[in-house]
């Protein structure tokens, strides 16, 4: 590096034009705030069975979708506009092929256990 480069210029090739987002004590606090209150929510609700176990077990995975996605917000920095969209695209693509995984997984393994064990079926039918 010659003596000509200033810190600005060794500052924008070090970065190669990428913008890191910067987080305030602000953000960090909301984000830990909404976590804690989006994992009071499911304790409150399995330990005082307020709802049916289905509705309890729908809330909570609900509630746990919601907060991932406050982890990759306020933790984690995710936008459409960090690293020029690329981290929110291999994300989606990410959940895609996880989606494709365990859905032909759950599909596979159905379709095994009919296949495979045909008299089980017909001995649960039969049981009253």
């Not at 989006?38 to 307020?50: C, D, K, Q, S």
């Not at 990410?94 to 008299?119: A, E, K, R, Y």
């Amino acid at each position: 590096m010659s003596a000509a480069t200033t810190h600005a210029e060794q500052a924008e090739h070090d970065s190669h034009g990428i913008e890191i987002p910067h987080a305030s004590y602000r953000d960090y606090t909301i984000g830990f705030v909404l976590s804690v209150i989006l994992t009071a929510i499911p304790f409150g609700l399995v330990m005082t069975g307020a709802l049916s176990p289905a509705v309890t077990g729908v809330t909570i995975l609900g509630l746990a979708v919601v907060q991932i996605v406050v982890h990759m917000v306020y933790f984690l920095h995710m936008s459409p506009k960090a690293e020029g969209g690329w981290s929110i695209t291999s994300l989606i693509f990410t959940i895609i092929v996880v989606g494709i995984m365990l859905s032909g997984s759950l599909w596979v393994m159905s379709h095994l256990n009919t296949n495979m064990m045909p008299q089980a079926h017909e001995e649960m039918s039969q049981i009253p």
